[in-house]
């Protein structure tokens, strides 16, 4: 545990404002966001400005003090859940909140690392444009975080992950020197493209303070529709349908299970199945378009739709007749998570495979896992356009102990969707990033090679071993 006289070095940096120390106060900020991993840290430090970062992080070279970043504390792989043992400080970029510059012609924004998404989405929309990423946390999600993390969301099939969303960053790197890499350059060939090193590396390289942001023009209408399906093969081609006729202004395409829909129409008040006919899968889809020039999102989902059921790729269709409708579709689509965890216990996996295997892969794994773990059920829903399949494996009914469930065949599920994943040729982290909680695994199937460039640049980048310890890089042990 750190002591007094540490932390006293700390607050005489940052002032009274700069450090919590009750007990009361940092207790919410102990545990990640699934409730899975818990630490302990004597003391959130928390700059208003990257020279007080760049400070703190100087510090904790000299006196050896690992340093654990925070922003929404949203992670879903204990990624910014300190360490037990209570060997570190949190280092909480929730202060640093200014959106620094906002233009529309340039279209970018400049923000500091612990603006809220949705402040950045509200923001954007007032300057008539937006920021292309959108996902269930972003009321409390920060942009560091979402950066860190490489995030994706519902819109990757068109605008890809926040990688490719972020133009330049500014980051704290572990000796307490400052990267000042801002300016939105589109030709920059000085060696190594250091921002793209800090994206998804969960914070073991340094402390991402602020960001270029890339942003596109504001939505000036769209259409959005729930379809049903017979299954996941229909689901894919439906997909490529819909991408030959509309083009790259589909912005969306959602599959999800008829027994995940259901869970939502129980779980949550208000809720009914947009079509008529219940299927076996469903898909949303969105259109979006950024004017208003004929033919309009709607008559081109509708004759894209009427080819569909034309050739029997589609069961169903109801295209939302208003803005209040289509947010009801969404509205379905973002609950999953919520009522999958009402269902019970469950291991849930951020995982991706090739486009074209995944509909193989949601009907052939979910059958397989339920025969190796007798009285699980196994199901699916995810972003088919880029491979991202939220796989859940729930406990047997009845199971009252989840942890226990969890820690008697929990290592056993993991290995096998994990093995599952590495046979389609996927990966075992889609979105999510590897945190804590998929460490073991990646050091167990990652290629040697993988793993050799991994620990190479921890190395050089952080030698002291301070940076988010114990995240994303194996121990020697695990692979």
């Not at 570190?88 to 529309?104: C, E, G, K």
């Not at 007032?126 to 972003?138: D, H, M, N, T, Y």
């Not at 914070?203 to 399906?229: E, Q, Y």
């Not at 290592?411 to 990033?433: C, L």
């Amino acid at each position: 545990m750190i002591g007094q006289e540490i932390i006293g070095r700390f607050a005489a940096l940052l002032g009274p404002k700069g450090v919590i120390t009750d007990p009361e106060d940092i207790a919410p900020w102990l545990t990640d966001w699934r409730g899975r991993f818990h630490g302990a840290a004597a003391a959130i430090l928390q700059p208003s400005s990257t020279q007080e970062v760049a400070a703190i992080v100087s510090l904790a070279a000299e006196l050896r003090v690992p340093l654990v970043p925070q922003g929404g504390n949203t992670s879903m792989v204990g990624g910014a859940t300190p360490p037990q043992d209570g060997s570190a400080l949190i280092l909480s970029l929730r202060r640093m909140n200014r959106i620094r510059s906002l233009s529309p012609d340039d279209n970018l924004a400049i923000c500091e690392a612990g603006v809220i998404l949705s402040t950045l989405h509200d923001a954007a929309e007032e300057a008539g444009r937006r920021f292309p990423l959108s996902l269930g946390a972003k009321g409390s999600a920060t942009i560091g975080g979402l950066i860190s993390t490489n995030a994706g969301g519902t819109q990757v099939l068109r605008h890809g992950t926040v990688r490719a969303l972020v133009e330049g960053l500014e980051a704290v790197l572990p000796d307490g020197s400052i990267l000042n890499g801002l300016e939105a350059l589109k030709k920059d060939n000085r060696g190594y493209d250091l921002k793209q090193l800090l994206v998804g590396a969960e914070g073991t390289l340094g402390i991402i303070t602020a960001a270029s942001l890339r942003l596109v023009p504001a939505i000036a209408a769209r259409a959005v529709a729930w379809v049903g399906v017979a299954s996941p093969a229909d689901a894919l081609a439906l997909l490529r349908l819909t991408e030959a006729r509309l083009g790259d202004s589909v912005e969306g395409f959602e599959i999800i299970a008829d027994d995940g829909l259901g869970h939502v129409l129980s779980h949550i008040p208000g809720t009914r199945c947009p079509i008529e006919t219940r299927t076996p899968w469903h898909v949303l889809i969105e259109v979006d378009h950024a004017d208003l020039s004929p033919p309009s999102p709607e008559e081109r989902m509708e004759a894209a739709l009427a080819e569909a059921l034309a050739q029997g790729i589609a069961t169903d269709a109801a295209i939302a007749a208003n803005e209040a409708q289509a947010a009801t579709f969404w509205r379905l689509r973002e609950s999953l998570s919520e009522a999958e965890r009402a269902q019970g216990p469950a291991l849930q996996f951020d995982i991706s495979v090739p486009v074209a295997r995944m509909p193989a892969f949601m009907i052939d794994t979910a059958a397989a896992a339920e025969r190796t773990f007798p009285g699980t059920t196994a199901s699916s829903f995810g972003h088919l356009g880029d491979g991202n399949v939220h796989f859940h494996v729930r406990a047997p009914k009845g199971t009252t102990d989840g942890p226990a469930w969890i820690a008697a065949d929990g290592k056993a599920i993991n290995a096998f969707v994990h093995d599952a994943v590495a046979a389609a040729g996927g990966s075992i982290s889609a979105e999510h990033g590897i945190g804590q909680m998929k460490r073991a695994e990646l050091g167990r199937l990652a290629s040697p090679a993988r793993l050799h460039a991994l620990r190479a640049i921890k190395a050089a980048f952080d030698p002291l071993g301070l940076m988010n310890p114990d995240k994303l890089i194996p121990r020697p042990e695990e692979g």
